[in-house]
């Protein structure tokens, strides 16, 4: 069975290239990577750690898709890339350096106990929520955060959304108030994240909630004018200006 | 000056961390990994507590489980307090966000685990771990800890038995840096990882932080025990969790025979699963009698991952099990208050030889252990700090270790080491496994002798700057490589059968071996010693 991996190592060659393995472990595409690691190219980079779909570290794309590298069978020519938007530092390793950044504007945690006693339905509102592994699939496939880095992004507007609805939080108008802008009114609801996610969560609905709530918690509805500005979206990262930024 | 110092970002790491920094200690976190990745994410089962103490169950009761799964080599006084804190710990983790499940009335769920008959075992779904490792890595970022992530722990700095510092490499550049601190922590989890191939765990559990401590001259403590768990699916060391069983699943050979009772503690229930193995039989867990309906119910989870990396269903299909390496008891010997052998140097979490799970853990007990003392090592580490300005460090070690990298890199690579790796996991697991005995031992160490100049020697394909995980993974295979002759040495020495530890030419627990084992450093040899628990 052959796997094809684009390459790009920038110490080498400026340019990223692919290559073309042949490989007997294919029941998972991590099983391939290591053969190839092991057997061709001791110098083939990429994340893994649990191998059952848990930590979170070996997303990919494989013909184009987010995946999981370790729970996605290998079908023959497949080709695996790095996810996209954020910089490939070797072969299909990606930088993460946004991820706790993004996470301390959005507020993401709990910010004061509230002491409510919770029943299990409040627990089963939030229980998909923070299944999330932030494996970095959602923001891939993202075409805002492809634009706008500051874009909080499908996970961590999920995760503020696990937040405001978890009965412990004492204080969710804060969380609220912090993905107003760069946030929930800048997502299209094209629901790319949605398809990506390997647990399930539905990234774009939770969006979707959490402007209704902002919306009955007294802040603006701000779906028209972020339709309008959309428009400009594809230029924004080129001229630095980000007309959602202020 | 860096008041304290985390390494690794797990369940223990981060705890500890969110505790000395509410102390108001000025604390770093330095980690191999990104703090999610850590393998704490992969805890499904649950965690350990008496919540109420009523007829069900009672402090007392708690006690006695864990100190009985010991056998005797736990520490009752370290127990004690670990079991009598279990409602506060659990407490605190839920007023920080942990979501975890709940009954009818509203009170935290328990559920049913090995080792008792009290429903003891608080969970969140089937993603404990996973909640657990997720909400402190909030908290962390609300209270603006400080990360360095993808940087391996190299080396601690040590001099006359106090330690001072620790040098890492920075995964993304290959650049060594010290950093300077008055404590510090070791939170880098446990060393399945010699059983490269047949664990559970994740590939990053290679036992660096415990291999770092004994180098310093730290005693280590029971590396002999390892705990193999019963049911990950074969050929892939996906962990299956126990609650399979304990719905009703059964254990069949090839005839479909059920062989043993399934309920029978961890170790048990594995020996007879690989001895039947050994046979050249097949094992299969049959869950099929208990219908889609109640699977889907209680094991959504697991169903879901049978599927994904098996493609069989759990009400239809038999499931190919085998035994893997899943937990280890021993590590860097620890205090009540998770102070290692060294000065200024704690201990917490699976690396951690804390004396609660002597010769074997219950199910449960290792979430508590990580939360519990990893909130002492913080505590102590930050009091510790307290009292100092500063430390004084020498900047020889770094130099040296900076020449050995590049000396590394610049090594012909002749032999990959991959292969090697491969195949200690493999002798390690059939030789120094669920069934132990002196010759099959002797080999394994024979073995890793005639294995030592090519490992001194060997170098890397890789001669990148930027993420050379090549490099990386050498550097863990030499610690699995010294981890390995800990373990088959301590075991040699341990002439008698107890809990996890079993040997087929002794096969009674022996009073003589009350004992914990100590592995230290003298001179350049590893000696291997028992002291008594006081
Ligand atoms: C599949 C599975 C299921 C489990 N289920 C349960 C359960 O239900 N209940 C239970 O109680 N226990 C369970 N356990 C055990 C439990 O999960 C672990 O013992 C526990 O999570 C260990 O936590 P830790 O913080 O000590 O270490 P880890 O979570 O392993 O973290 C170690 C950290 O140290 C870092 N590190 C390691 N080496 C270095 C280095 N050289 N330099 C820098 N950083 C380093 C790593 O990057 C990581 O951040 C399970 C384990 C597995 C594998
Ligand atoms: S639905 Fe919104 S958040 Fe999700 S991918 Fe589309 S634009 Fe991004
Ligand atoms: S929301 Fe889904 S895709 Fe996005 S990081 Fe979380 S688990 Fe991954
Ligand atoms: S290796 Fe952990 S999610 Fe794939």
Redesign the interface.
């Known amino acids: 069975m052959k796997i094809k991996i684009k390459r790009y190592?920038?110490?080498?060659n400026e340019q990223t290239t692919i290559e073309e393995y042949s490989v007997n472990h294919n029941?998972?595409i991590l099983n391939s990577l290591i053969e190839v690691?092991?057997k061709y190219?001791?110098?083939?980079?990429?994340?893994?750690?649990?191998?059952?779909?848990?930590?979170?570290?070996c997303a990919i794309r494989v013909n184009g898709v987010e995946k999981l590298a370790c729970?996605t069978h290998l079908e023959d020519e497949d080709l695996i890339e790095p996810i996209k938007n954020t910089e490939v530092?070797?072969d299909l390793?990606v930088s993460?350096h946004h991820?706790?950044s993004l996470?301390?504007i959005g507020?993401?945690?709990?910010?004061s106990?509230s002491l409510e006693?919770?029943?299990?339905e409040?627990?089963k509102k939030?229980?998909r929520q923070?299944?999330?592994?932030?494996c970095q699939s959602c923001y891939s496939s993202c075409p805002v955060y492809e634009v706008n880095k500051e874009f909080l992004g499908p996970y961590t507007l999920t995760?503020a959304l696990r937040?405001v609805n978890?009965k412990?939080?004492s204080a969710p108008l804060e969380i609220l108030k912090n993905i107003q802008t760069n946030g929930i009114w800048d997502c299209t609801l094209c629901g790319y994240c949605t398809i990506a996610c390997p647990q399930f969560i539905d990234p774009k609905s939770d969006i979707m909630s959490l402007r209704m709530k902002s919306v009955q918690n007294g802040f603006e509805d701000k779906s028209l004018s972020a339709f309008n500005s959309s428009f400009d979206l594809g230029f924004n990262n080129d001229f630095g200006f980000n007309p959602n930024g202020f | 000056m860096i008041d304290v110092l985390v390494i690794g970002s797990g369940g223990a790491g981060l705890t500890a961390a969110l505790k000395a920094k509410e102390l108001g200690s000025k604390v770093l976190v330095v980690s191999k990994?990104?703090p999610?990745?850590?393998?704490t994410?992969?805890a499904q089962g649950g965690i350990n507590a008496v919540l109420k103490e009523d007829q069900q169950d009672s402090v007392e009761n708690y006690i006695n489980d864990t100190y009985k799964a010991s056998h005797k080599l736990g520490k009752i006084e370290n127990i004690k307090f670990f079991c009598e804190k279990s409602k506060e710990t659990i407490t605190w983790l839920d007023?920080?966000?942990v979501?975890?499940?709940?009954?009818?009335n509203?009170n935290i769920?328990q559920r049913k685990f090995g080792g008792t008959k009290a429903k003891r075992t608080c969970y969140?779904?089937d993603?404990t771990g996973?909640?657990i490792l997720?909400?402190l890595y909030?908290?962390s970022?609300?209270n603006s800890i400080d990360?360095l992530?993808e940087h391996i722990l190299l080396e601690l700095l040590v001099k006359d038995s106090k330690v001072n510092g620790a040098i890492f490499l920075n995964i993304?550049n290959s650049k060594i840096i010290q950093i300077e601190a008055k404590s510090i922590i070791l939170a880098t989890g446990g060393y399945s990882g010699v059983y490269h191939q047949y664990t559970t765990n994740?590939?990053?559990s290679t036992g660096d932080g415990i291999a770092a401590a004994y180098r310093a001259g730290a005693k280590l403590s029971n590396m002999e025990f390892i705990q193999f768990h019963p049911t990950s699916l074969e050929?892939?060391?996906?962990?299956i969790s126990e609650s399979a069983r304990g719905e009703g699943g059964y254990l069949v050979d090839s005839k479909e025979q059920r062989f043993i009772d399934e309920l029978r503690p961890r170790d048990e229930v594995a020996r007879a699963i690989y001895k039947k193995q050994h046979q050249g039989d097949k094992i299969y867990l049959d869950l099929r009698h208990l219908g889609l309906e109640k699977i889907e119910a209680v094991m959504p989870q697991e169903r879901k991952?049978v599927y994904?990396?098996m493609k069989l269903k759990m009400e239809k299909d038999l499931i190919p099990v085998s035994p893997s390496a899943h937990y280890t008891m021993g590590g860097i010997l620890t205090t009540i208050d998770a102070k290692t052998t060294l000065e200024n140097l704690y201990a917490c979490g699976e690396c951690a030889q804390s004396g609660i799970h002597g010769a074997n853990r219950l199910g449960g007990n290792s979430l508590l252990e990580i939360v519990t003392f990893g909130k002492i090592a913080g505590e102590n580490a930050a009091k510790n700090s307290k009292n100092k300005e500063t430390v004084e460090v020498e900047k020889i070690r770094v130099q040296e270790i900076k020449k050995e990298i590049e000396e590394i890199l610049k090594k012909e690579?002749k032999t990959?080491f991959?292969?090697t790796k491969n195949e200690l996991g493999k002798l390690f697991f059939n030789n120094v496994g669920l069934f132990r005995e002196k010759k099959k031992m002797q080999k394994a160490l024979d073995y890793l002798e005639n294995k030592k100049e090519e490992i001194e020697n060997l170098g890397?394909?890789?001669k990148?700057?930027?993420?050379?995980?090549?490099l990386i993974e050498l550097l863990e295979f030499k610690n699995i490589y010294l981890i390995a002759q800990l373990i088959v040495k301590s075991a040699l020495k341990r002439e008698e059968s107890r809990g996890a530890h079993y040997r087929v030419d002794f096969e009674n627990e022996k009073e003589a071996f009350d004992k914990i084992s100590i592995s230290i450093k003298k001179e350049e040899n590893i000696e291997i010693l028992f002291e008594e628990i006081v």
Do not use: M
């Open positions: 190592n920038k110490e080498k029941e998972t690691k092991t190219d001791n110098s083939l980079g990429f994340r893994c750690g649990c191998k059952s779909g848990v930590c979170g570290s729970k530092l070797k390793i993460l991820e706790e996470l301390k507020h993401t945690f709990l910010n106990n006693t919770i029943t299990k409040d627990e939030i229980d923070s299944n999330c592994i932030l995760r937040y978890d412990k939080e | 990994t990104y999610t990745h850590s393998q994410c992969q007023s920080i966000g979501p975890f499940s709940r009954d009818e509203a769920a969140s779904s993603y996973l909640k997720h909400t909030d908290q970022i609300k990360f992530n993304e994740s590939y990053s050929g892939k060391n996906i962990l991952l994904d990396f690579c990959s991959y292969s890397v394909a890789d990148s700057k930027i993420h050379n995980k090549n």
